[in-house]
């Protein structure tokens, strides 16, 4: 049950026990009645992390740790900012999960209005599904066409020096983004986040940032029109961003971090208050180097979807401190070489492909330990044909081969059995090592001059 049918059917029992207690109606009839509506508070406060008030429905970050209630099984997907994972081969069910998340499908319309406000051909990424769900996504493009322009918001958690190929999801599209709408960007590197949250010293987690900022900019984003910073650096710096941070913390119970996020009483208290540093890139006056002091700048912040409680969050609080909600566009996850059961995981070497590997490591890893749709034998396989749904090798080829006649071509000759399990590894490993190669070498011509250049606060090549 969502926090808001639960909400209706609280309210409706309340006028029940009200109107049995005015009637004086039998005290078994009414204890029963009164029963049922504490048990539907305690279910209320599980799913919400809020006690119930009458005339108070819940706010849109209303969702439990979890985000689902208990009740809809243990099979549910586990998706959060930190764990994702399902029991299917096939991967999450993002369908049930906009649901639960009450977030919006990326519609065959919205697609369309894209293209048609921006001129240009959908990305990959928008035309199959990749990025699959939204959040205000029509009154973004409302805006910029009544020639209202909008900034971009994107962030990583340095948890390594190396990053891995489904890192470069969210920037690949981003850039995208500002290339087509000709828009500033501003990059949160949340080295704060990995000390708190990992067994990582102060100092690995600041370098891990500026070693991931690499290769960010090796993803071809303009200096010009981009800001990259690591909160640990910015923070500090920075008096208007720690305002609107403190703002934000403000407006956010310890009750709703808990039901949002998970956190218990033994979590550090720096847990408890970062939500609302990864909020405040949201909103344009935390930049005043870039905007200045104007805080009516739309955001819009493409993400995978297990960051989405973070913005729930920032949205619910963003109207009651005066600034606009941001917009958001959310991505599927990038799976591990295992199966899509989890997401693509840099601290596990073998499920993941660096942006460090050679080509004869990207080869052995694919061969070795990507999952496979094909069947046990060669004759099987040409008899039965495989599942392109649950193959990894497969999946890997939506994200990154740009030509949909060829994507389709090769889930219709692997689904017949025509295409081998060897052959379809084959095509990924060839589409993989030239991408990872050029990347690399894009990467070795980014010197700490054009690291400082992007990381240093100044106005961006952009009127409003």
Request: hydrophobic share 35%.
């Given at each position: 049950?969502?926090?808001?049918?639960?909400?209706?059917?609280?309210?409706?029992?309340?006028?029940?026990?009200?109107?049995?207690?005015?009637?004086?109606?039998?005290?078994?009839?009414?204890?029963?009645?009164?029963?049922?509506?504490?048990?539907?508070?305690?279910?209320?406060?599980?799913?919400?992390?809020?006690?119930?008030?009458?005339?108070?429905?819940?706010?849109?970050?209303?969702?439990?740790?979890?985000?689902?209630?208990?009740?809809?099984?243990?099979?549910?997907?586990?998706?959060?900012?930190?764990?994702?994972?399902?029991?299917?081969?096939?991967?999450?069910?993002?369908?049930?999960?906009?649901?639960?998340?009450?977030?919006?499908?990326?519609?065959?319309?919205?697609?369309?209005?894209?293209?048609?406000?921006?001129?240009?051909?959908?990305?990959?990424?928008?035309?199959?599904?990749i990025f699959f769900s939204h959040?205000?996504?029509?009154?973004?493009?409302?805006?910029?066409?009544?020639?209202?322009?909008?900034?971009?918001?994107?962030?990583?958690?340095?948890?390594?020096?190396?990053?891995?190929?489904?890192?470069?999801?969210?920037?690949?599209?981003?850039?995208?983004?500002?290339?087509?709408?000709?828009?500033?960007?501003?990059?949160?590197?949340?080295?704060?986040?990995?000390?708190?949250?990992?067994?990582?010293?102060?100092?690995?987690?600041?370098?891990f940032a500026v070693e991931n900022?690499?290769?960010?900019?090796?993803?071809?984003?303009?200096?010009?029109?981009?800001?990259?910073?690591?909160?640990?650096?910015?923070?500090?710096?920075?008096?208007?961003?720690?305002?609107?941070?403190?703002?934000?913390?403000?407006?956010?119970?310890?009750?709703?971090?808990?039901?949002?996020?998970?956190?218990?009483?033994?979590?550090?208290?720096?847990?408890?208050?970062?939500?609302?540093?990864?909020?405040?890139?949201?909103?344009?006056?935390?930049?005043?180097?870039?905007?200045?002091?104007?805080?009516?700048?739309?955001?819009?912040?493409?993400?995978?979807?297990?960051?989405?409680?973070?913005?729930?969050?920032?949205?619910?609080?963003?109207?009651?401190?005066?600034?606009?909600?941001?917009?958001?566009?959310?991505?599927?996850?990038?799976?591990?070489?295992?199966?899509?059961?989890?997401?693509?995981?840099?601290?596990?070497?073998?499920?993941?492909?660096?942006?460090?590997?050679?080509?004869?490591?990207?080869?052995?890893?694919?061969?070795?330990?990507?999952?496979?749709?094909?069947?046990?034998?060669?004759?099987?396989?040409?008899?039965?044909?495989?599942?392109?749904?649950?193959?990894?090798?497969?999946?890997?080829?939506?994200?990154?081969?740009?030509?949909?006649?060829?994507?389709?071509?090769?889930?219709?000759?692997?689904?017949?059995?025509?295409?081998?399990?060897?052959?379809?590894?084959?095509?990924?490993?060839?589409?993989?090592?030239?991408?990872?190669?050029?990347?690399?070498?894009?990467?070795?011509?980014?010197?700490?001059?054009?690291?400082?250049?992007?990381?240093?606060?100044?106005?961006?090549?952009?009127?409003?």
């Amino acid at each position: 049950m969502s926090p808001v049918e639960l909400y209706e059917k609280l309210t409706a029992q309340g006028g029940i026990v009200r109107a049995l207690k005015t009637a004086k109606a039998d005290k078994a009839e009414t204890d029963a009645a009164v029963q049922l509506l504490l048990k539907l508070k305690i279910d209320y406060k599980q799913v919400t992390g809020q006690d119930y008030k009458a005339g108070c429905p819940p706010s849109e970050n209303s969702v439990v740790h979890g985000n689902g209630p208990a009740a809809d099984g243990a099979d549910e997907d586990t998706v959060d900012p930190w764990n994702v994972a399902t029991t299917s081969a096939k991967g999450v069910d993002y369908d049930k999960l906009i649901v639960r998340f009450g977030s919006s499908k990326i519609d065959t319309e919205l697609v369309d209005r894209i293209e048609k406000v921006s001129g240009q051909r959908p990305h990959r990424f928008l035309r199959r599904g990749i990025f699959f769900s939204h959040r205000d996504m029509h009154l973004v493009m409302d805006a910029y066409e009544k020639h209202k322009s909008f900034y971009l918001y994107t962030g990583r958690g340095p948890s390594s020096e190396a990053m891995h190929v489904g890192h470069l999801i969210p920037f690949i599209f981003t850039k995208w983004l500002q290339d087509v709408f000709d828009i500033p960007l501003v990059i949160q590197l949340t080295d704060d986040e990995k000390y708190l949250w990992k067994d990582l010293s102060l100092e690995d987690c600041h370098r891990f940032a500026v070693e991931n900022a690499k290769d960010i900019i090796a993803c071809g984003f303009d200096v010009n029109k981009t800001f990259i910073f690591s909160d640990l650096d910015y923070m500090g710096s920075s008096p208007d961003f720690y305002r609107n941070v403190v703002k934000i913390q403000k407006h956010v119970t310890f009750n709703q971090v808990k039901g949002i996020f998970g956190f218990t009483d033994s979590d550090c208290i720096g847990k408890i208050s970062f939500p609302a540093i990864q909020a405040a890139p949201s909103f344009s006056n935390s930049f005043p180097q870039i905007f200045g002091s104007r805080k009516d700048i739309p955001c819009l912040i493409p993400c995978a979807i297990d960051q989405d409680p973070y913005f729930r969050m920032t949205r619910d609080v963003a109207p009651r401190i005066g600034y606009p909600k941001p917009a958001l566009l959310h991505s599927t996850f990038f799976p591990a070489l295992q199966g899509a059961q989890t997401k693509m995981s840099a601290s596990d070497p073998n499920s993941s492909i660096f942006l460090t590997d050679t080509p004869k490591q990207i080869k052995n890893k694919v061969n070795k330990h990507a999952f496979s749709g094909g069947k046990d034998t060669v004759e099987d396989h040409r008899k039965y044909g495989g599942n392109p749904d649950v193959d990894v090798a497969f999946m890997y080829l939506t994200f990154f081969l740009e030509d949909d006649e060829q994507l389709e071509k090769i889930r219709q000759d692997y689904t017949s059995g025509a295409l081998l399990t060897g052959e379809l590894k084959k095509i990924l490993i060839e589409t993989l090592q030239p991408m990872i190669a050029e990347h690399q070498e894009k990467r070795k011509q980014v010197t700490e001059e054009t690291v400082k250049q992007f990381m240093t606060p100044r106005p961006l090549n952009f009127n409003f």
